[in-house]
């Protein structure tokens, strides 16, 4: 038998949406659940971008910094890209010259974050004190991510900037064994863009295909935990990763029905630890609005939700 969630506990989400979540994330549950337009997500998301076209003020809420980042900046792309945001969008346009200027040639990578970051409240991974080497070494995460977003915009960006980045992703990711559960989101995230050559796709595809089985925590007991969830790789049934994670997939959807809260919401299964006690406060809150609207989003894609009608 099939397990739902029922439409009641649909409901009392929604309620902890209206009540708890950022403006932005009630605006984005409007858009997916009610129609709203465009525009409504767009003009909330803008609070977050600076002057300089990039995007800060916490978008990614264990970064409390108000400075841009490319952490932050890639967030706000997968807002544009789910939204299906114009190309002649000025946010649009400001936030690609960001990651332009930003793009680091020598290493062909964005740092994920900058350094002045670490005087804001944060996560404690993203500490940089000693870790040099961790910020400034190449990474597919976000670059893999925003290779994407390159090709969602061509308009902004020439041809010999996809090409140098899209050849020192494409080398790098070829030769690993094993991979990070956040550079294969990455990854993942650059596999879903619509103008991705043919050619590239398959080439990602094939290896994800080799290096997500050892990734993916299929035992649900590490769920409980931070760890790469099977929902989290096959994103919908028709997904190119499905072969071999179906059982996997169908007990993470009992798995997150079961593990919603009384008050609707489903919560972080991280904290900060000692560090930055009330913004992570803050945080853990504003994260429980994202985190709710993302099981209810996949619930949705696997028709796991009662009708409400």
């Known amino acids: 038998m099939t397990i739902m969630l029922r ?21 984005l549950w409007r858009f997916y659940f009610s129609e709203a337009s465009t525009e409504s997500v767009l003009s909330v998301l803008r609070r977050y971008q600076n002057p300089d076209g990039g995007f800060g003020h916490a978008l990614e809420p264990d970064l409390r910094a108000t400075e841009s980042s490319a952490l932050c900046t890639s967030i706000a792309f997968q807002i544009f890209r789910t939204i299906a945001a114009k190309p002649d969008d ?3 346009a400001q936030a690609v010259s960001y990651l332009l200027r930003t793009l680091d040639r020598a290493r062909r990578h964005w740092r994920i974050i900058p350094t002045s970051a670490d005087a ?29 977003y390159l090709y969602d915009f061509p308009e902004h960006v020439s041809a010999e900037i996809v090409s140098l980045v899209s050849d020192r992703v494409m080398v790098h990711l070829s030769d690993l064994d094993t991979i990070e559960m956040h550079e294969l989101l990455c990854c993942l995230r650059l596999l879903q863009t619509r103008n991705l050559p043919q050619t590239v796709r398959e080439q990602v595809r094939h290896k ?20 790469l969830r099977p929902l989290q790789v096959v994103q919908s049934p028709d997904s190119p990763f499905m072969d071999g994670l179906e059982e996997a997939v169908d007990a993470n959807l009992d798995y997150e029905i079961a593990s919603q809260s009384k008050d609707g919401s489903w919560t972080p299964t991280w904290t900060w630890g000692d560090a930055y006690p009330d913004d992570w406060k803050k945080a853990r809150l504003e994260w429980s609005g994202v985190i709710t609207l993302e099981k209810l989003l996949k619930l949705t894609a696997f028709n796991r939700i009662e009708k409400t009608a």
């Open 208 to 227: 994800l295909t080799e290096l997500i089985k050892e990734t993916v925590a299929c035992d649900p007991t590490q769920w409980k935990g931070y760890s």
């Open 120 to 148: 804001s409240p944060h996560a404690p991974w993203w500490n940089q004190a000693g870790r040099e080497d961790t910020f400034n070494s190449f990474s597919l995460n976000p670059t893999a991510e925003i290779l994407g």
């Open 90 to 92: 000025s946010m649009v």
């Open 7 to 27: 439409k009641e506990s649909f409901v009392t989400a929604q309620c902890f949406i209206e009540a708890n979540a950022r403006p932005l994330d009630v605006a």
